[in-house]
Every structure is written in structure tokens, then in C-alpha cells.
């Protein structure tokens, strides 16, 4: 795969080659992706441990160790699966890598291969001043998409792979951005019972369905916590319902499930008690998925030297932003010892997950040299 890599365009080169992996997930599938980034790394000189979490499901971690162990590596992760294609139909081939004015297609372009392959690029160009001071480390992850995942199985099955980091940097789409953090998500399925009778006679019977919109009136309002000055305020969504079987019968189960957007002033448990308490008795509540938000603080010397590093690449000074969505960070994160985080990629956030997704090749190339500086700066 190396031999057909132009020097002068490695970076296109090698973000292609990672497009043309089918790793959409659901299903999720990265066992030949990651395969082709574990033979990529290794004859970059890095070490690499392969991980499995599931049929064909996996992760990597890649490092170069340095020889100032007295500062800990910074690290990059990014996830290689990618959402479906969707409905719609793509005007350019959605594993094709195609370029058309300066925009390289595909799904997974913007988030996130575009941005694994500027890190790895931005390694091989600095490797010797990565092995001269404090090192890298790369945590690449399969099953982000479906809710970090991969991630999870990181911090749980292979603790003992993963060093201590200095600072992290998650590639997902910013626009070369640096962002100092994103919501937290709680994710909740709610469930009611009742008792199930014929469609005729709904007076013997208890009706699920009912009780669910009961439920959902009492919550439509629902505030999950004060705003906060940088997130701004937390917001509640009911994305799914379901219920009964047939048109005449009482139904007697119903199901929906809330998404919460939370911030750092805000606790989960305590969101989730007065969600419990809001809707009453009827509703059983279990927890899908609990990530907390992150938010590094702006004044952090790195982060400001990161702020400093992107601030001759946008024309209005750079201010601290979050985003609203989360990442493999939330779960990563207290495993790596807490270090500050910053969100920067070189895809475009409102590409991510669209039809005919795209990553502009000028910022594409930005990003190696961005991220190349980084890593020389942390040296
Ligand atoms: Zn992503």
C-alpha cells in the first residue's frame, strides 16, 4: 500500500487510503482498516498493539517513546468507523477518495480520517524530535459512532497498555478550530407497563401507550440544570417511541427514550433522580449512556500556546468554543490521567454525517503542519 504513496501528497495519499475501508458502523467493521494503519505504523517505527473488542470490531494504539521520559507524551486519538451513507444518494463515490475543487469525498473524510491521517503524517515528518523528547501516543478507536464503544473496551480491557498522557488532541471536524470542549450525554430509555386487553373493551385494561405520553407531557419542559456560561443551557430530547403490538389491543408495554445534553456544572445522578421523580411511578428508567462533558481551561499554558499555533489560520481572533456534540474523550480522559484537551481537526463540522461528505484539501494540509507544530512544541 506504501509503494503507491507520492511523497509530496502523503497526507491525500494516505486519508484516501483509509476512505476506501467500508467501516461504517452499524455494523462496524475496522479489522482491515485497522490492519493496514498497524502495518503503516509499525514500518513508521512506531510500537503497536492491536485490540479486539468484538467480531471484526477494533482498536489500536501506537506509540513512539521518547527519551525525556520526565514529561508524558502527548497523545492524538480519533475514531476510525464512520456513520451510514444515508437515504440519499451521493453524487461522488462514497469510498472513492474523488478530489472536485479542492474537496476531498467520502464518508468518514470529515469525521475523522482526514484528520488520523494528518496526525500520523505530522509523526513520520517529526519523528526524530518525537524520539528526542517526550514521545507520542496514538489511540485510534473502532465504534465511536454508536457511543465510544471502543473507547470503553480501551480503558477497560487494555489499562495496561495506556501511559500516562501530558495533553490530549481529539481530530474530530473543527475546521483547524481549537475547541476546549464539548456536552456531556446522558442517555435514558424509559419504559411504562400496563395491562393488555381487548382493543374492544379498553376499560379492563391498562394502556401503556398512555402512560408513556403522560410521561413525556410532564417532561416536554423539563429544565436538566442552569445554563452554564461557555455551554450555554442543557437541553432534553425524546428521539424514539414505541408501543403495542396491534391496532385492537390495549398495549400493554411502551418505550421511549431521552437524550440530555449536559454541562460541567451539572451532575448526572442528580439530572436523572428528578427526571425519575418529574414523571412518576409508571416509568422505569434505565441508563444506555452516561459520558461526561470535558472542558479543559482556556488559561492553560498549552492550550494557549495550541490557541497561539492557530490563530495565523482564521481571519477573527480566536475565543474558547465548545461543541455540542461528544466525543471518545469523555470516556478516555480520567483513564489518562486527566491531562488538558483540546478538540482540532481539519474536517468540517457541518460535513459530519451529511450526504457527499467532504474535507477541504487546503485545510487538510494545514492540519499536518498545524499538528506537526504541536508535536515540536511539546518536545
Ligand atoms: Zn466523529
Known amino acids: 500500500m506504501q509503494a503507491d504513496v507520492n511523497p509530496d501528497d502523503e497526507v491525500i495519499a494516505l486519508t484516501r487510503a483509509l476512505l476506501r475501508f467500508d467501516t461504517i458502523n452499524p455494523p462496524g467493521d475496522e479489522s482491515l482498516c485497522m490492519a493496514f494503519l498497524a502495518d503503516y505504523l509499525q514500518q513508521q517505527g512506531f510500537n503497536v498493539h492491536l485490540q479486539q473488542f468484538g467480531d471484526r470490531r477494533f482498536n489500536l494504539l501506537a506509540r513512539i517513546d521518547g527519551r525525556r521520559p520526565e514529561r508524558a507524551p502527548l497523545a492524538f486519538t480519533g475514531h476510525l468507523d464512520t456513520v451510514p451513507l444515508g437515504n440519499a444518494e451521493w453524487r461522488f463515490g462514497a469510498f472513492d477518495g474523488e478530489i472536485v475543487d479542492g474537496r476531498l469525498y467520502g464518508r468518514g473524510a470529515s469525521d475523522m480520517k482526514a484528520a488520523i491521517a494528518a496526525f500520523i503524517v505530522a509523526c513520520r515528518q517529526q519523528r526524530s524530535a518525537i524520539a528526542a523528547g517526550c514521545g507520542v501516543v496514538l489511540l485510534l478507536t473502532g465504534g465511536e459512532e454508536t457511543g465510544c464503544d471502543g473507547a470503553r473496551a480501551l480503558i477497560a480491557e487494555a489499562r495496561e497498555h495506556l ?73 432534553l430530547n425524546v428521539g424514539t417511541i414505541d408501543g403495542g403490538l396491534n391496532i385492537n389491543s390495549v398495549p ?128
Open 252 to 379: 400493554d408495554r411502551s418505550r421511549f427514550d431521552v437524550d440530555i445534553r449536559t454541562a460541567p456544572n451539572l451532575r448526572h445522578d442528580e439530572i436523572r433522580q428528578r427526571l425519575t421523580t418529574a414523571m412518576g411511578d409508571t416509568v422505569t428508567i434505565t441508563t444506555l449512556v452516561d459520558l461526561p462533558s470535558i472542558l479543559t481551561e482556556p488559561r492553560n499554558a498549552w492550550v494557549r500556546q495550541v490557541f497561539a499555533r492557530c490563530a495565523p489560520l482564521h481571519d477573527a481572533p480566536l475565543e474558547p468554543r465548545v461543541v455540542p456534540y461528544f466525543t471518545d474523550a469523555s470516556v478516555l480522559l480520567d483513564t489518562l490521567g486527566s491531562p488538558p484537551c483540546i478538540i482540532l481537526g481539519p474536517g468540517e463540522p457541518a460535513m459530519a454525517h451529511q450526504t457527499d461528505e467532504y474535507c477541504a484539501v487546503d485545510k487538510l494540509r494545514q492540519a499536518v503542519v498545524l499538528y506537526g507544530q504541536l508535536i515540536s512544541d511539546w518536545g
Open 163 to 235: 501511559p500516562k498522557i501530558g495533553a490530549l488532541i481529539v481530530g474530530e471536524p473543527t475546521a483547524n478550530y481549537p475547541v476546549v470542549g464539548h456536552k456531556g450525554a446522558l442517555w435514558l430509555r424509559c419504559e411504562t407497563r400496563g395491562k393488555t386487553a381487548h382493543g374492544a373493551m379498553p376499560e379492563l385494561g391498562i394502556n401503556a401507550i398512555y402512560l408513556a405520553a403522560e410521561a413525556i407531557g410532564k417532561i416536554r419542559h423539563f429544565e436538566p440544570g442552569a445554563p452554564h456560561p461557555l455551554m450555554k443551557r442543557p437541553t
